[in-house]
């Protein structure tokens, strides 16, 4: 028997709470593009916007105050001072944008400027990097097509594992990556480009009655949004590091949604007769719920080890990591199950369909036991 963390007897009616979850979860979304806004835009780190990065460690805690004092007549551009981990003030990031000026001389600039200013300190310079503007413009763009293709992806893999429907998935896929690219050709910025493909890969599922599939996606969107948001509330920058953790809670998020899509798939063929639609999401909700609990628990306990623990270095991605790992289990509860009930008729009439498909290839193998024998 496995480990039931909650009682299998357990009967929350979820479903009912949907509309409040969708004005929580708008709530979070308006937030979150408000601190953008208001923000002009993401915050980006070194791999995004260019420019070079000096990580200091001092000999003893200093105030952030007296490092931006320290550096202020370096006479560096967009020169930027950023407390890095927790080890109560002893390390700073010191961000240049200039992409002209040598790595070799903004490490003596700042090196010389820290020792004349705090020379009872001693600042040791523990790495440097540098990123060219062009290659981070180039970064950019392939970190947001990444993740819009990872949404494509998955919403194949949905509607061919829950609906059978691999070839209109693979068209569909075909036809947004020749856009994309024809629309390349143009001029359109890349940004833009996989906004409006992400619009109508949404589009698409909802005409083409791609019931999961839409779910899956549209849950997904969801945890990716709400995580950018809080992130950039929070004003953490975005490098190549957050865009791992979103793309790692993406696949979290999948693999909760799966297992309830397949539970409701389950008891949608006949194993909870004369139950509603709702009755059934509700059902499959609570027989899965202990299992949810588990692994989100187990999870968040190692990620907020990580935060509390891991150092400056994995800090962020730890973060984006904890706050995905809530956003993506709550998304499979009141986010994806609920939007099956927006296709009600679609879903019970495939339910209906397969077990018919089911029956039907049974009593074919009846009838094939049963001529062999009597041969």
């Known amino acids: 028997m496995g480990l039931h963390l909650i009682p299998n007897n357990t009967n929350i009616n979820f479903v009912a709470m949907r509309k409040i979850s969708y004005c929580v979860s708008a709530f979070l979304l308006l937030i979150g593009l408000a601190a953008l806004v208001i923000g002009g835009g ?26 931006k004092q320290a550096l202020a007549g370096s006479g560096l551009d967009g020169l930027v001072v950023q407390r890095f981990g927790d080890d109560g003030g002893l390390s700073y990031l010191v961000r240049v944008s200039s ?5 070799s001389e903004i490490r003596e600039t700042v090196a010389r400027d820290l020792k004349a200013a705090i020379p009872d300190n ?30 494509l ?12 429907r691999w070839m209109v998935a693979a068209l569909m896929a075909g036809a947004l990556a020749g856009g994309m690219y024809l629309l390349g050709l143009v001029g359109i910025g890349k940004g833009w480009l996989v906004l409006a493909a992400t619009i109508i890969t949404l589009a698409l599922c909802w005409k083409l009655k791609l019931v999961y599939a839409m779910g899956a996606v549209v849950s997904i969107l969801h945890d990716v949004f709400i ?8 004003g953490k920058e975005f490098d190549l590091t957050i865009i791992a953790a979103l793309l ?13 899509f397949d539970r409701i798939r389950e008891n949608l063929r006949g194993t909870t007769k004369g139950l509603t639609l709702v009755q059934i999401i509700n059902t499959s909700i609570n027989q899965t719920l202990s299992r949810t609990v588990l692994t989100s628990g187990t999870t968040l306990f190692v990620v907020g080890a990580l935060l509390v623990f891991g150092g400056g270095i994995i800090h962020d991605f730890a973060l984006v990591m904890f706050i995905g790992v809530i956003v993506g289990t709550l998304s499979s509860i009141f986010v994806a199950s609920p939007i099956l009930l927006l296709f009600g008729d679609t879903v019970l009439a495939q339910a209906d369909a397969e077990k018919q498909a089911r029956e039907e290839a049974a009593r074919r193998e009846r009838l094939q036991s049963r001529t062999g024998a009597r041969v």
């Open 99 to 103: 992409t002209e000026v040598k790595t």
């Open 248 to 260: 790692t809670i993406l696949g979290y998020s999948l693999n909760d949604t799966i297992i309830v």
């Open 153 to 164: 992806l998955i919403a194949i893999y949905i509607s061919g594992r829950f609906e059978q």
């Open 227 to 234: 995580t950018v948001g809080i992130f950039a509330l929070m």
């Open 42 to 67: 993401p915050k980006y780190g070194i791999d995004f916007a260019g420019g070079t990065i000096a990580q200091v460690k001092f000999e003893q805690p200093v105030t952030e105050d007296a490092v």
């Open 122 to 151: 001693l600042a040791d310079i523990q790495r440097m990097e540098s990123v060219g503007p062009k290659v981070g413009e180039d970064l950019r763009s392939q970190a947001v097509e990444a993740m819009y293709f990872a949404v």
